[in-house]
């Protein structure tokens, strides 16, 4: 198979290396990775499975090596080359170019054993940086808007540079966690507040990725029993939390991805928060925060031993409060395991 890559990821999992200016070719049982001399030392040393090629003009290499190899077909993933890099290549060739959306994450959705264990690993450590999240918080973020704490989710989660982080904390106190991907205001928490966090950290390249919801008071944990003194909160989290479980303890290998999101969305549904939920139940995670499969309600990927996804319903009331609880889960063995 000829493919041609320059997503850093795609790229890492290939030979086990990226940097920020690399093109990668595979043409059948040969494979370059061409990148500039910034990056030889490094290149030489972890590149695996493939001839490390140093130049300054990365797609004049890229199109000699092509035209030596006399290839006729490349594979690439439109969704990942801009139009003027694609054409450094295509307009010097004469090889037909055969798009395929989701190339590498196709060939990335069956995580190995050992991708599992860092997978797992990366879910564990986030999991303990939001206990130290959760103390930091208590202790000094009573008064703090929106800007500080999500400062301090950064500083605290990643381990004070340690770690990478999967993206950008989603910190957001009561209305504004009424939006999936709140970005932070001047509202300034006070005991009593809903509080919402979503966040991840990466280990070894991969991302781990969790939300949880809690009522902010002297003594909290991120743990998915929460108490609110609101009723509706509470009856809406109550409800996410039992449909958050339902799809853990039902989902198997060999349904479809639609349905697990169904044992999300018809609890959600027949409880009467239907509209507010509105996005899929989850996603696939690994070396990209966003990964196949796609736990959506239009989606026929057969679920299979060795798939990685999140487990997230939500309920979102404008204005009011927005509710999330997230874990990733493993396919193993048929069930669904969180890490």
């Known amino acids: 198979m000829n493919y041609m890559l320059n997503n850093e990821n795609a790229i890492y999992y290939e030979c086990g290396y990226s940097c920020d200016n690399v093109l990668y070719l595979s043409l059948g049982s040969e494979a370059y990775f061409i990148t500039d001399s910034r990056y030889t030392i490094e290149a030489r040393e972890k590149v695996h499975n493939a001839e490390v090629v140093i130049d300054r003009d990365l797609y004049g290499r890229a199109v000699k090596i092509l035209k030596e190899s006399k290839v006729k077909k490349m594979i690439f993933d439109p969704k990942e080359w801009s139009v003027a890099a694609f054409q450094h290549l295509t307009d010097n060739t004469k090889i037909t170019f055969s798009p395929e ?28 940086a939001f206990s130290r999240l959760a103390k930091e918080f208590q202790q000094n973020g009573i008064g703090e808007n929106e800007f500080a704490l999500t400062h301090k989710a950064k500083s605290v989660l990643g381990d004070y540079g340690k770690y990478d982080l999967s ?5 957001a106190l009561n209305a504004n966690a009424a939006k999936p991907h709140a970005l932070p205001t001047k509202k300034r928490m006070k005991a009593g507040d809903l509080l919402l966090v979503d966040a991840g950290l990466k280990y070894k390249r991969y991302c781990s990725d969790r939300t949880r919801t ?9 743990g998915t029993k929460s108490t609110f003194a609101k009723k509706k909160i509470q009856k809406a989290y109550d409800v996410v939390l039992k449909a958050h479980d339902n799809a853990i303890a039902k989902a198997r290998s060999g349904m479809k991805a639609r349905e697990v999101d169904a044992l999300t969305r018809d609890l ?15 996603h696939g995670v690994g070396l990209d925060i966003h990964e196949m499969p796609y736990i959506a309600s239009k989606s026929d990927t057969i679920i299979e031993d060795g798939m990685v996804y999140t487990i997230e319903p939500g309920i979102y009331i404008p204005g009011e409060f927005g509710i999330r609880i997230e874990d990733m889960v493993a396919m193993i063995d048929g069930k669904a395991v969180v890490l």
């Open 167 to 171: 993206f950008d904390p989603i910190v």
């Open 268 to 282: 959600i549904n027949k409880a009467g928060f239907g509209e507010y939920f509105v996005h899929s139940t989850g």
């Open 214 to 222: 809690v009522q902010v008071g002297e003594r909290f944990t991120f």
């Open 101 to 128: 959306p989701d190339f590498s994450h196709k060939k990335r959705i069956i995580k190995s054993d050992e991708e599992l264990k860092i997978l797992a690993k990366a879910a564990k450590l986030g999991a303990k």
